[in-house]
């Protein structure tokens, strides 16, 4: 054996020695024309699932055939990719990553690898050896899927850049549908390009801490969209590192739905307020405590106040609804019911005259604050020809009682005369229910002293009293009751409350 080649094997020896122990596996490979795999590492021999290091193959051809080797988006390598092949070639890479399917004892086995050669020379320069390194990636690639799995299955939008070029590298589907964008408009490109600090409301903040690889707060920023528009968001970044190298991912949160509600609000807000003032009808808006929050001109005009006056006290306090009871009964019914659809009742103007007024309220939410809106109704000169007109009657009926009933329907003709084409109303049309119903409101009862009367739901009395109202062709309790006067119906009876 020559000296040069006894030299070469020693060192060879020593060289296995070095790397036997090793974590990392270590190939190594002959010069010779047929590539062949002349010593492995245990640490290699365990990657390959194998512990010799003829089960590899005798040379790279057989190992290429022994191995399926695959990038990790799952497309094969062309045999002259494989990293053995790569080395065997000359060639010299660092950090290949690849998944390895084989067949170990008829059952599949799958690592993934981390990969750099290295050639070995003499001292001629000529390549005396071919190193294959290998270390296990598995456990972080099995990590890395995990990770691309709950990225992608994320419906937080989200982006991943580079720190060392700020490009980005990743994006999930939650960011893709909220702004349009298509995967290849965003993967690649620079956050110069893509801006997802666009407008934010500490943009120099934000772009300090992605210099410094450091935690961005939460912050509003407007998101250009690919169809020229915009969305409102607020957007996070934090750091992290992925293969080893510093990457930042920002998050999203979609602001634009909130924004639609709070300019459909606003707007809302808005034509109530028009509707509200240039309302022809006296109206008031209170507090659940009575407080007195708006007034619109048509009230101000009515009770004779100023805004002044009411803005800020309590509805007792002024005292524009004369009588107490009638304060209380309206403020009770709205807790307890939450809206009072026609309740009749004075209202004291401040020069100390009176009104008649049928009130309206509901409640409203303003500024998450329950409110009460309340309306009023003037119904003083109505309520005085009736009350002329019921006078006139009662005189007739008085001084002539022997008028018959159909002079006195005539009568009564001369307040709300009938179209004349339109068929009369008589009590001869009323059912049972509606006379009963008709008779009690003539006595002045209220709806639920009705139904505690007859025995019947509120609800059934209200449908009773709003059929009565269609029927006679009246629209409160004091037009029906002038139609029974008229009408010369329930005599004998207690006359109605008068108001």
Not at 127 to 154: G, H, M, P, Y
Not at 191 to 197: A, G, K, P, R, S
Not at 310 to 315: A, E, I, N, S
Request: aromatic fraction near 6%; glycine fraction near 6%.
């Amino acid at each position: 054996m020559s000296q040069a080649v006894l030299a070469t094997e020693t060192n060879r020896r020593r060289l296995q020695q070095i790397i036997a122990g090793l974590s990392d596996g270590v190939i190594l490979i002959e010069t010779d024309q047929a590539r062949s795999l002349l010593w492995a590492n245990e640490a290699a021999l365990a990657m390959h699932g194998v512990s010799e290091v003829g089960e590899l193959g005798a040379n790279v051809r057989e190992y290429a055939r022994r191995y399926a080797l695959r990038y990790r988006n799952n497309h094969p390598l062309a045999l002259d990719a494989y990293p053995i092949n790569r080395v065997a070639a000359g060639e010299t890479f660092s950090d290949v990553v690849v998944d390895v399917q084989a067949e170990i004892d008829g059952e599949p086995r799958h690592w993934v690898h981390r990969v750099r050669s290295m050639i070995l020379t003499d001292r001629s320069g000529a390549a005396e050896s071919l190193v294959l390194i290998l270390s296990d990636a598995t456990d972080w690639a099995s990590a890395e899927q995990r990770f691309e799995k709950t990225f992608n299955a994320n419906p937080a939008p989200a982006v991943i850049c580079r720190l060392s070029d700020l490009r980005y590298i990743k994006v999930n589907q939650g960011f893709l549908e909220m702004t349009g964008y298509a995967r290849d408009q965003v993967i690649g490109r620079s956050v110069y390009e893509l801006d997802v600090l666009e407008d934010a409301e500490r943009k120099d903040l934000a772009i300090e801490r992605l210099g410094q690889g450091a935690t961005i707060p939460q912050m509003q920023a407007e998101l250009r969209l690919p169809d020229g528009g915009s969305k409102l968001v607020i957007v996070a970044g934090q750091p992290l590192d992925i293969n080893d190298e510093g990457c930042m991912l920002f998050s999203f949160m979609d602001l634009e739905p909130r924004r639609k509600i709070e300019i459909a609000l606003r707007q809302s807000e808005e034509r109530f307020a028009k509707s509200f003032r240039l309302s022809p009808v006296p109206t008031l808006v209170c507090s659940a405590e009575q407080q007195i929050v708006d007034v619109n001109e048509a009230f101000l005009n009515t009770c004779g106040y100023s805004s002044e006056e009411l803005l800020g006290k309590k509805v007792g306090a002024i005292g524009f609804i004369a009588e107490a009871a009638a304060a209380s009964q309206l403020f009770s019914q709205l807790e307890k019911a939450g809206n009072v659809d026609g309740l009749d009742l004075k209202v004291r103007q401040k020069n100390a005259g009176l009104i008649d007024c049928v009130a309206y309220a509901d409640t409203v939410l303003i500024q998450d604050s329950p409110c009460y809106l309340l309306v009023l109704m003037d119904i003083t000169e109505r309520k005085r020809s009736e009350l002329e007109l019921v006078s006139a009657i009662e005189e007739v009926m008085r001084d002539a009682s022997w008028f018959s009933q159909t002079l006195i329907e005539r009568l009564a003709n001369v307040r709300q005369p009938k179209a004349p084409d339109g068929p009369g109303v008589s009590s001869a049309d009323l059912t049972a229910r509606e006379r009963d119903v008709l008779g009690l409101i003539y006595q002045g009862l209220a709806d639920k002293e009705i139904a505690a009367r007859l025995q019947l739901a509120p609800n059934t009395v209200r449908n009773h009293v709003a059929t009565l109202y269609s029927k006679l062709g009246v629209h409160s309790r004091g037009e029906a009751i002038v139609w029974a006067r008229e009408r010369g119906l329930f005599v004998g009876t207690a006359g109605s409350r008068r108001r």
